[in-house]
């Protein structure tokens, strides 16, 4: 069984420009969460969902950050426009019951120059 | 909000000894979940805690969780060179993550 997908794995941008960051989770699990993990602040939630629908997007650092979930199967964040200090590793983590035992993607490392 | 306080930090051990790090809360948790990150890649789910007082093992790792449940601990027996990495723990309400425990062995 595939675990959680993210693509792509590096994004290399210049200040400004639009990041989409894409995720797949693990069939048949039905929340969805996305994460930043940086040095200095560690592992932060940004946004989760639960059936599809945004729950909490408390941990979205600002109007710039924006995440959907069209279908059981994908979800993208999207960071426009983007900023140097939005530069970290982006995970997205699936999991069968909310909040338990989440499965990580391998994650997004985004250097915005 | 919630706060997890992981300890220690850092560890830089010798192959084969004994690891021991722990978890504390500002408030009461019904689940403790330990997971592991390699450089590069996510954290990985390594054992998951339901019950307080519960004891549970995988392979060499052994996790408590407090009877406080407002804490939790993992051991990991006699050291190998893979076991390196960062160790968090994690509650539930979001599943807040502690900063982690960054573990190296030395051969």
């Known amino acids: 069984d595939a675990g959680v997908i993210q693509s792509p794995r590096h994004e290399v941008t210049e200040m400004g420009q639009e990041v989409t960051l894409r995720c797949k989770p693990i069939s048949g699990h039905n929340s969805l969460f996305w994460y930043r993990q940086t040095m200095m602040r560690g592992l932060e939630l940004l946004i989760y969902f639960n059936n599809n629908v945004p729950i909490d997007d408390s941990g979205m650092p600002e109007d710039r950050f924006s995440a959907k979930m069209p279908n059981a199967s994908f979800s993208t964040l999207k960071i426009q426009p983007s900023e140097p200090r939005d530069s970290a590793v982006y995970f997205c983590?699936?999991?069968?019951?909310?909040?338990?035992?989440?499965?990580f993607g391998p994650g997004t490392r985004l250097t915005v120059l | 909000g919630q706060q997890l306080n992981q300890s220690p930090q850092s560890m830089f051990i010798q192959e084969g000894e004994d690891v021991s790090m722990n978890c504390t809360s500002s408030?009461?948790?019904?689940?403790w979940l330990w997971y592991k990150q390699d450089p590069g890649e996510g954290p990985v789910l390594l054992i998951a805690l339901y019950k307080a007082g519960e004891l549970t093992s995988n392979g060499r790792l052994t996790a408590q969780f407090g009877i406080t449940r407002k804490d939790s601990f993992l051991n990991i027996s006699a050291s190998i060179p893979s076991d390196v990495g960062i160790y968090f723990c994690a509650g539930p309400g979001k599943l807040i993550f502690g900063q982690g425990t960054t573990l190296q062995v030395k051969p």
């Open positions: 983590a699936s999991s069968q019951v909310r909040y338990n035992e989440q499965f």
């Open positions: 408030s009461i948790f019904n689940t």
